[in-house]
């Protein structure tokens, strides 16, 4: 059995990005952070207001036998517009900026190879960055699962949401966790 990996992607809103992350095949867990400022252990307030220089990120744990790196990020950028900068949708502001957090060398090389391949399928230049290394750090507990509770009563969440979900069904219908 293969060690569990990490990667570190920031996608916009983290509720977004870790409501798609939970359905995929191969993903044992997800957490919603900040990575990439100057403050250590930032608030969720903190980050909002833009000025930490943190992006609201997502640490995904996964199984390599079950899902690699290189197809975290093509569902990662299949997901999210790599072609905004400082923004997803009406989400404005550098913390909500379209980043990939490599771990190691071989994560860079892969990362590098994402933005290249999107580069070929987007119409506009891709804006994803690669950063850090730097340190993640865990966003409060009411930011954690948000989607599975507070966040389908969210008219926000249940805006931009579900078509990121349909997108992840329709592009990756193999990479989807059964559901209940």
Known sequence: MADKQTAILAGGC????EAVFR???GVDQVESGYIGGAAENPTYKQVCSGSTGHAEAIRVTFDPE???YHDILEVFMATHDPTQLNRQGNDVGTQYRSA???LD???RIEANAAIERAGKVHPAPIVTTIEGPAPFYVAEDNHQEYWQGE???NPYCLAVIPPKLQKLRKSFANRIKQQA
Request: aromatic share 16%; hydrophobic share 35%; glycine share 6%.
């Open 100 to 102: 990939i957090f490599p």
């Open 151 to 153: 966040g389908q009563r």
């Open 66 to 68: 079950q899902i690699s």
């Open 23 to 25: 359905d995929v095949v």
């Open 14 to 17: 983290f509720w977004c990005t």
């Open 105 to 107: 060398e071989d994560q």
